[in-house]
Nanobody
C-alpha cells in the first residue's frame, strides 16, 4: 500500500470553488494514474476524474467544464480544482492511485476520503 493524504475539503456555498490535494508518500518511482472518486450518501462510489502520467484525462459528465484535474509528478501529488460547485457535488471525495511503482513492488491505493459539502 502507498499512503495517500488528502486535503482541501470543506463547506462552501453553491457557485464557489475548492481545490483538493492528494499526496502519495514513500519512495515512489512512478504513478501511472492518479484520480478522484466520490461517494454521496446512499449512492455508489463514482469516478470524478483521472489523469494518466502521459497526460490523458477522463472526467465524469457531471463535472466536465467545472472541474480540472492536474498532477505534479515530482511531488507525487494530484489536485482537483472544483469550480461552480453545486449541492449535488456534496460527497466524500477519495483519492486513488493506480500502478504505483515502489521499491517494494507495484500497488494501487485509496485515500481515506475527505468531505466536500455544498450548501447555502
Amino acid at each position: 500500500q502507498v499512503p495517500l493524504v488528502e486535503s482541501g475539503g470543506g463547506l462552501v456555498r453553491p457557485g464557489e470553488s475548492l481545490t483538493l490535494s492528494c499526496v502519495a508518500s514513500g519512495t515512489i518511482f512512478s504513478i501511472a494514474v492518479m484520480g478522484w472518486y466520490r461517494q454521496a450518501p446512499g449512492k455508489r462510489r463514482e469516478l470524478v476524474a483521472t489523469l494518466h502520467k502521459l497526460g490523458r484525462s477522463n472526467y465524469a459528465d457531471a463535472v466536465k467544464g467545472r472541474f480540472t484535474i492536474s498532477r505534479d509528478n515530482d511531488k507525487n501529488t494530484v489536485y482537483l480544482q472544483m469550480n461552480d460547485l453545486k449541492p449535488e457535488d456534496t460527497a466524500v471525495y477519495y483519492c486513488n492511485t493506480e500502478r504505483v511503482a515502489t521499491e517494494e513492488g507495484v500497488f494501487s491505493s485509496w485515500g481515506q476520503g475527505i468531505q466536500v459539502t455544498v450548501s447555502s
